[in-house]
């Protein structure tokens, strides 16, 4: 949705002949989560269902979840006629929708008491974290809150302040310049930046050596079977000797 939305109005207004869109039809768009999770990380916040008012948690929307199941019935179809095989598929896609809708009730039921377990963590959770913000910071966000979804039909990157922000750690470059900046300015002596670098360099050195070494050591069955292979070798070359000089011996 995120590229579809980009020129879709302008695709609708070319067949404005097929497709007639009311001038008052709000639009609204949105990835589900099972695909939302693919796309780029900003798309989360701004196209998710989760945030989105009255759209709730969908689940069982999608043929993918299916894949698992119908995943069995590509060995018969693959040798069938086009409409054996069409009929086959139908057959099995219909006996999963009938199941879907008579065990739907039982279904629901078990989601809801998950859901209530759930529910009672996010209430604990939440609890303490307005405890810890403040009371201030709570009653800003809860405007913030309020506001978002008039604003995100516009410009969803408003929707971005629901997501967690994330700060690019320092690289080791980084940090090495730093230690090495502040060495005059403490009671360290000068080198300790360096020093400091080159142990950590020698320590993953160290780790990459234990890593070849554990690949290149064998599981004791391997070993055994190394050792058994190796034996027969050996007898066999011995008994190869072994004729190779009576033949000699009885040549002469």
Known sequence: MCQYWTNFLTRTNAVKDLIKLNDNLNIK????????????KECYARYAPTFIPGAGMLDGEIIETLWHILNYTASSARAMSW???QEYLDCHIGDSNW??????????????????????????????????????????????EQLMPSQRDESPEVMDRLDVSEEKAQGKIEIQRRLAETEDESTLSNGTAAWLALGLKLEEQQIELLNDVRKRIPNQLMRGNLLFSRSVVDCSQKSTRSLLSQSIILVV
Do not use: N
């Open 99 to 144: 199941k879907k809708l008579t065990r739907m009730v039982a279904t629901l039921i078990r989601k809801r008491k998950a859901c209530i377990l759930q529910r009672e963590d996010s209430e604990e959770y939440f609890a303490k974290l307005s405890e810890f913000v403040g009371p201030a910071r709570v009653a800003k966000w809860g405007e913030e």
């Open 29 to 40: 768009r949105g990835i589900g989560l099972f695909h939302v999770h693919g796309h780029m």
């Open 83 to 85: 409409f054996h095989r």
